[in-house]
């Protein structure tokens, strides 16, 4: 049931306090795996290297269990627990974004949206500036990527709107929270929840026997981008959600 309908989890208060401290955990894991917690990469060495992240995770859960509990081998370990779709596994870059409130995200040609920012001029390139307009448009793709740019490139962020939206008075310190609220409702229709989520006892001796019986975690199809992506780390008691 919490892996089908994950929001049931979030009616316990005690588990989603307990969810915010474990995202918080791995996602300090996660940044001192990588050196931070904003990440642009071609999309096969991203997918290579969360594996080998994820896979590092499970082999330290599996090595904190009583020797009594811990299975002799480990054949979910080396079945990948991530496996990219078409629109990111084809575009040129992908983007990762770990988040403290939003949790992990995932962005196709994020490296595109990070050079048109650090350059405005390159806006005057229909591609350029589509990227930035599906991004706008995307009801999977909250506020944060934009802030991020905002707060990267403070001295090129009014330029780069101006260009795109075609609106010489843009201004991201006075426009921006409007714009966001306008493109992105369903962000802040929702509360913010963790992206994971605390499984119980009995849902995670099922999993812990799943991995001893050698059939592993089961193996996540990630969405296209932002919220829509989905991993699973098999580490018991916890199961990350759909971001």
Do not use: C
């Amino acid at each position: 049931m919490a892996t089908k309908q994950p929001g049931l989890v979030y009616r316990n208060p005690e588990k989603i306090d307990q969810a915010w401290t474990l995202m918080q955990e791995d996602r300090a894991a996660f940044v001192e795996f990588f050196g931070g917690d904003e990440l642009v990469l071609p999309p096969g060495e991203a997918e290579e290297r969360l594996n080998a992240y994820y896979r590092h995770r499970q082999e330290a859960a599996v090595a904190l269990q009583p020797a009594r509990r811990r299975p002799q081998n480990l054949p979910g370990v080396d079945v990948p627990a991530f496996e990219f779709p078409p629109e990111l596994a084809n575009a040129d870059t992908t983007g990762i974004i770990y988040d403290e409130t939003d949790g992990l995200n995932f962005y196709n040609e994020y490296g595109m949206l990070r050079a048109l920012f650090a350059d405005p001029a390159l806006a005057a390139g229909k591609q350029y500036a589509d990227v930035l307009r599906g991004y706008l448009r995307s009801e999977t793709i909250g506020p944060l990527p934009f802030r991020r740019l905002a707060a990267a490139h403070p001295d090129t962020v009014d330029a780069v709107f101006r260009k795109v939206l075609r609106k010489p008075d843009f201004t991201w310190a006075g426009h921006g929270e409007a714009l966001m609220r306008r493109r992105k409702p369903g962000y802040y229709e929702r509360e913010p929840r963790p992206g994971i989520s605390v499984i119980g006892a009995r849902l995670s001796e099922l999993l812990r026997r799943q991995i001893m019986a050698g059939h592993g975690p089961p193996r996540s199809r990630m969405g296209t981008q932002g919220r829509d992506a989905e991993r699973q780390d098999g580490s018991p008691g916890v199961r990350p959600d759909a971001r």
